[in-house]
């Protein structure tokens, strides 16, 4: 006759299993519907496939199993808390921990997921309808089957017995890495070019140096066709459409874009930018990732690659993709994908002597398959043109163009019969009209025109006239009255100008056209002058084509 604590020990273990059917009902209400194939997906290999695929299964009836088989008991739970944390149940995790509260069951060394269970679950989870497409098309047997999930998938190949061995399962994780790097790969295209679209849509505007006040240029208003010629004995004159058929004809492109300073080459690739930004025009950029690169920012030992990644914010890049804050990330695409990729390389001429040239890159020795152009100075470019299948210099302005720039500046700044009267003038003008040819000459001309209604005949006096308008629109700005003659002009202004000059001249020694700040104050301190008016007189501009958050320093350009 049994004891009266054997007969409380039998009441508490019916009560017991009691809770333990109501926690399994409790458990089941989480996993019947559209959850029920994470539970069958996850308790393959406890539960025979039979049981697994049958058409009456529920969450229930699989719980029965495993209690019927010693997976689970009323004392062994581990399985059933293994499931509910994989799958993120937090209520059925709770649930389970509340019951093994309140019942004082404990945790011991029972049969659970396996490792690779688990990893293989967190990858499905992630895959998307274009993945399952994929994984499909990788395997003849589910080509005959309709699937809108993936869990629907993988069971027909566990079924088939297409996973059951390590040389098939390395087929489908092959399956699954090839399906992740697209993810990824798509992630990151996308990233990259709503980032560089973002930032070329406003590399249309620019504040000349002869501009002090709030005035930009949009080269979309300014810009006009340049004069562009075949490099080679017989040069042939193009416009710009017919250089972009040449270069959309030609596979794996290299353009080498060569000219004086200030004829057009940086305008030129800003304008290619910006229309591949805005989507206006040039099919041959369509569907591609445009990164417009100034040599000058090149570092020591850096390549191009190493200054396209140190321009991208690994911060955004992480939180709009959710991958890691790693270059190496972007850095793989770009080599993996370098038929999609467009490399604008602005300013040859200004590579410093020790930094490593992009010679190899032009060479196709580096992402053979982009398109890469090039602008340069006509200075020490002979392999470049050897390399280039596409070779054109730019002329500047013929005298079409020099009237429709003319009309075009003057009616930005609603003045169209000062620009009439300027087109007039220049046919007498000879020594002016000659510097037309040159963009940012034509500007300054342009602008001299609309302050003063005058020009000389004499380049030098033209020059002087350049700088009394450039430092009288300064003056305006404060109501300081205006200087009227070169020979009156300040002091302080000179001692700025001249500050200027001599730190432009250490930059051409260095094959450099432009300067950053701390080079100006460098100098100032040496020759104990200050340097607070040199940036604000308005003789040289801010290049303004990196990114707000730019990790290079800013850059100063006469």
Partial sequence: MASAKEKTAECDEIDLKEKFQTLKAQLSKHYDGRYFKW??????????????????????????????????????????????????????????????ADNNVQLVDEETLSTSRKELFQTLREIGQDELKNIVHNYDELNKFEFTNIWDAIFVLEKENLL??????????????????????????HYLLTNQQRLYRNCNRFKPQIMNSAFEVDIADMFTELVLLNAGDKPTKLQLNDVILKIESTPQCR??????????????????????????????????????????????????????LKEIEL???????????????????????????????????????????????????????????????????DEYIKNSNVHVQVKGFDNENVTKYITQYFQQVEKPELGNSLIEKLRVTIVAYQMCKNPMLLLSI??????????????????????????????????????????????????????????MYDGL?????????????????RDKVDDTLALELGFVYEDKTHLKKSKLAKTYTA
């Avoid at 059951?164 to 295209?189: N, W, Y």
């Avoid at 591949?276 to 390549?303: H, P, Y």
């Avoid at 190496?328 to 930094?355: A, C, S, T, Y």
């Fill in 315 to 381: 911060d955004d890049f992480s939180l709009e993709t959710d991958l890691a804050e790693d270059q190496r990330l972007i850095k793989k695409f770009i080599m993996d994908h370098p038929d999609e990729i467009v490399l604008l390389l602005d300013g040859l001429d200004e590579l410093r002597f020790q930094n490593k040239s992009p010679l190899r890159l032009f060479k196709k020795q580096r992402l053979e398959r982009s398109l890469v152009v090039v602008t340069s100075r006509s200075i020490n470019i």
């Fill in 164 to 189: 059951d061995t390590p040389s098939k399962m390395t087929r489908f994780t092959d399956c699954l890495r090839k399906s992740a790097q697209d993810r990824d790969g798509d992630k990151i295209r």
């Fill in 39 to 100: 539970m069958r997906f996850c308790l393959h290999g406890c539960i025979p496939l039979g049981d697994l695929a049958h058409k009456d299964v529920t969450a229930m009836s699989l719980f029965n199993e495993l209690q019927r088989t010693g997976k689970i008991t009323s004392h062994k739970v581990s399985l059933l808390l293994d499931v509910a944390n994989l799958t993120g149940f937090s209520e059925a995790v709770g649930q389970i921990n509340q019951y093994m």
């Fill in 255 to 308: 353009v080498l874009i060569s000219g004086e300073g200030g004829i057009g080459k940086t305008t030129l690739l800003r304008y290619f930018a910006y229309n591949w930004a805005t989507k206006k025009s040039f099919e041959i950029f369509k569907g591609k990732i445009l990164f417009l690169v100034n040599i000058r920012d090149l570092d020591k030992d850096r390549n191009i690659l190493d200054l396209i």
């Fill in 509 to 525: 020694k260095n094959n450099q056209l432009s300067f950053i700040k701390t080079d100006l104050h460098t100098i100032a301190i």
């Fill in 446 to 503: 342009c602008f001299m025109w609309e302050e003063e209604q005058h020009l000389p005949t004499d380049k030098a006096d033209l020059f002087k006239a350049f700088f009394l308008c450039i430092l009288n629109q300064f003056n305006r700005q404060d109501n300081i009255s205006k200087i009227p003659a070169f020979e009156e002009i300040p002091e302080k202004y000179l001692t700025s100008m001249l500050l200027l000059g001599k730190c």
